[in-house]
């Protein structure tokens, strides 16, 4: 088979095939955007541009929490209202931002950037595990919430992280497991359902 | 015209994620051996999929075939080893059950003796009195049932029965050498001491994981008994088996807890 000639000028082409390879983003969506941006006003592909760059330049790693920020320490960290006794211990800087939407926990977080996946070869040492002890030996806190994600991967680093944390003497939690708010019982799977059974409290 | 849909028992070896919220997933058959289909939306909270295709899931599924993978449309939990899943050895010990038996698994044909192996082992992984022996005896039997059991009571070459003592196992030969037949072989051999070589004929000749009893058996003896296989394994399906490594550090962190670990 011989490939098909294309008419489309070569900067297109390069904008077409750089959006697909974004998440979510197909063939068809990229070339969509490609041509909304060639009818854009100039100055706004400019700011576009300059915000893509942007990310790039300024965006950086907290040395503390490991969360994505500008300034670091990261504003998080730095702020003296945030509780400062407890640790929120997440697998991605996604987990912060919908840990933060909840509005309901105003600790500090640690981010491990991904679980442990012995299949996969990721183990302890590819994550932030370790400066996550030094941080608890530095300033000690009351409490470490495992916030990983609830299937085996996620189980087997909280495990494992409360392992190394066990002799510190600080009390670790897990998020509770149950039914989506809204959702319909008989809709839930049924592990969810048996955990939200097991996890039931006293009402 | 054969059905576009089929319906199965399977044991979730394995995860790759796909894409934004898909995940590929390698489940271990007893009619088909080994699937790999696609789940879709599984990583997302509101998924009715993904709480019943975690790792060492026993499952109940509904898949449909596709041109290149399958696709999941519905999944059951039969049994989620609870026992297993909030203990770190014993489910680092199961990830490594799943990836032994993913690396065996033929893709496509009856596999229901590896099938009942591995379900029974997982099974038992929970309440097993000595959780490490009954993983080398996993990895004893899926050699059996896969066809490359290790000759290890004749020597392999002259087929004269070995004498109690030190031995060499050939690697490429697949059986141990007797003293004359040390220079003979294909090559690859690894010295199994007296004691190792009684703890491997035990795992040979114990046909089910309940008769393996509890044996006190010296930490240099299992490191020696694990390194024997995890060498012989890996000459088998040429490859490593990853998680073995995370299995062995975290059987290690917890041997200070827990007495069963303690090595």
Same mark, same amino acid.
């Given at each position: 088979m011989t490939t098909p000639v294309s008419y489309s000028p070569a900067p297109i082409v390069k904008l077409v095939e750089e959006f697909s390879k974004l998440p979510g983003i197909g063939p068809k969506t990229a070339q969509r955007l490609t041509f909304?941006?060639?009818?854009?006003?100039?100055?706004?592909? @400019?700011?576009?541009? #300059?915000?893509?760059?942007?990310?790039?330049e300024r965006v950086s790693i907290c040395s503390r929490c490991f969360n994505i920020t500008e300034a670091d320490p990261c504003d998080i960290c730095s702020d003296p209202r945030r509780d400062q006794s407890r640790v929120c211990v997440v697998e991605e800087a996604l987990d912060v931002l919908a840990l933060e939407r909840t509005h309901s926990y105003r600790g500090l977080y640690h981010v491990l950037h991904g679980a442990i996946s012995p299949m996969n070869g990721v183990g302890p040492d590819d994550l932030r595990i370790r400066p996550l002890l030094s941080r608890l030996r530095e300033n000690p806190v009351e409490e470490i919430i495992l916030a990983t994600n609830p299937n085996v991967e996620g189980d087997a680093t909280a495990m494992y992280i409360h392992g190394l944390i066990a002799p510190l003497g600080i009390s670790v939690t897990r998020p509770a497991r149950g039914l989506p708010v809204g959702g319909d019982l008989e809709y839930a799977d049924e592990s969810t359902l048996g955990r939200a059974i097991e996890g039931r409290q006293d009402f | 015209m054969r059905s576009r849909t089929y319906r199965s028992r399977g044991i979730v070896l394995r995860q790759y994620p796909l894409g934004e919220a898909d995940r590929i997933v390698s489940i271990l058959t007893p009619e088909m051996g080994k699937v790999r289909a696609v789940a879709k939306g599984v990583r997302r909270p509101r998924t009715r999929l993904g709480g019943n295709l975690d790792l060492t899931s026993v499952i109940d599924f509904a898949a449909s075939f596709g041109r290149n993978l399958d696709v999941i449309t519905e999944a059951r939990t039969l049994g989620q080893n609870i026992e297993v899943r909030s203990d770190l050895p014993r489910l680092s010990l199961a990830l490594y059950v799943?990836?032994?038996?993913?690396?065996?698994?033929?893709? $496509?044909?009856?596999?229901?003796?590896?099938?009942?192996?591995t379900l029974?082992?997982?099974?038992?992984?929970?309440?097993?009195?000595?959780?490490?022996?009954?993983?080398?005896?996993?990895?004893?039997?899926?050699?059996?049932?896969? %066809?490359?059991?290790?000759?290890?009571?004749?020597?392999v070459e002259c087929a004269e029965a070995l004498?109690?003592?030190?031995?060499?196992?050939?690697? %490429?030969?697949? $059986?141990?050498?007797?003293?004359?037949?040390?220079?003979?072989?294909? %090559? %690859?051999?690894?010295?199994?001491? #007296?004691?190792?070589?009684?703890?491997? @004929?035990?795992?040979?000749r114990t046909s089910r994981s309940d008769e393996l009893g509890t044996p006190t058996l010296r930490d240099s003896l299992r490191d020696?008994?694990? $390194?024997?296989?995890?060498?012989?394994? @890996?000459?088998?399906?040429?490859?490593?088996?990853?998680?073995?490594?995370?299995?062995?550090?975290?059987? @290690?962190?917890?041997g200070d807890a827990n007495p069963q670990f303690r090595r």
């Amino acid at each position: 088979m011989t490939t098909p000639v294309s008419y489309s000028p070569a900067p297109i082409v390069k904008l077409v095939e750089e959006f697909s390879k974004l998440p979510g983003i197909g063939p068809k969506t990229a070339q969509r955007l490609t041509f909304y941006l060639v009818r854009m006003p100039e100055e706004r592909a @400019r700011d576009l541009a #300059e915000a893509i760059v942007g990310v790039k330049e300024r965006v950086s790693i907290c040395s503390r929490c490991f969360n994505i920020t500008e300034a670091d320490p990261c504003d998080i960290c730095s702020d003296p209202r945030r509780d400062q006794s407890r640790v929120c211990v997440v697998e991605e800087a996604l987990d912060v931002l919908a840990l933060e939407r909840t509005h309901s926990y105003r600790g500090l977080y640690h981010v491990l950037h991904g679980a442990i996946s012995p299949m996969n070869g990721v183990g302890p040492d590819d994550l932030r595990i370790r400066p996550l002890l030094s941080r608890l030996r530095e300033n000690p806190v009351e409490e470490i919430i495992l916030a990983t994600n609830p299937n085996v991967e996620g189980d087997a680093t909280a495990m494992y992280i409360h392992g190394l944390i066990a002799p510190l003497g600080i009390s670790v939690t897990r998020p509770a497991r149950g039914l989506p708010v809204g959702g319909d019982l008989e809709y839930a799977d049924e592990s969810t359902l048996g955990r939200a059974i097991e996890g039931r409290q006293d009402f | 015209m054969r059905s576009r849909t089929y319906r199965s028992r399977g044991i979730v070896l394995r995860q790759y994620p796909l894409g934004e919220a898909d995940r590929i997933v390698s489940i271990l058959t007893p009619e088909m051996g080994k699937v790999r289909a696609v789940a879709k939306g599984v990583r997302r909270p509101r998924t009715r999929l993904g709480g019943n295709l975690d790792l060492t899931s026993v499952i109940d599924f509904a898949a449909s075939f596709g041109r290149n993978l399958d696709v999941i449309t519905e999944a059951r939990t039969l049994g989620q080893n609870i026992e297993v899943r909030s203990d770190l050895p014993r489910l680092s010990l199961a990830l490594y059950v799943c990836e032994l038996a993913d690396s065996f698994a033929p893709e $496509g044909s009856r596999s229901r003796e590896l099938f009942r192996l591995t379900l029974s082992v997982l099974d038992t992984l929970g309440p097993a009195p000595d959780p490490w022996l009954l993983t080398r005896w996993f990895e004893t039997r899926i050699l059996d049932v896969s %066809g490359f059991r290790p000759q290890i009571e004749d020597c392999v070459e002259c087929a004269e029965a070995l004498k109690p003592g030190d031995h060499l196992l050939d690697l %490429g030969a697949g $059986g141990a050498l007797c003293p004359n037949c040390r220079s003979l072989g294909v %090559g %690859g051999k690894i010295f199994v001491s #007296e004691s190792a070589m009684r703890v491997l @004929r035990h795992l040979q000749r114990t046909s089910r994981s309940d008769e393996l009893g509890t044996p006190t058996l010296r930490d240099s003896l299992r490191d020696e008994v694990e $390194g024997i296989l995890s060498r012989y394994i @890996r000459f088998v399906v040429e490859r490593d088996i990853k998680s073995a490594d995370f299995t062995r550090r975290a059987v @290690r962190l917890e041997g200070d807890a827990n007495p069963q670990f303690r090595r």
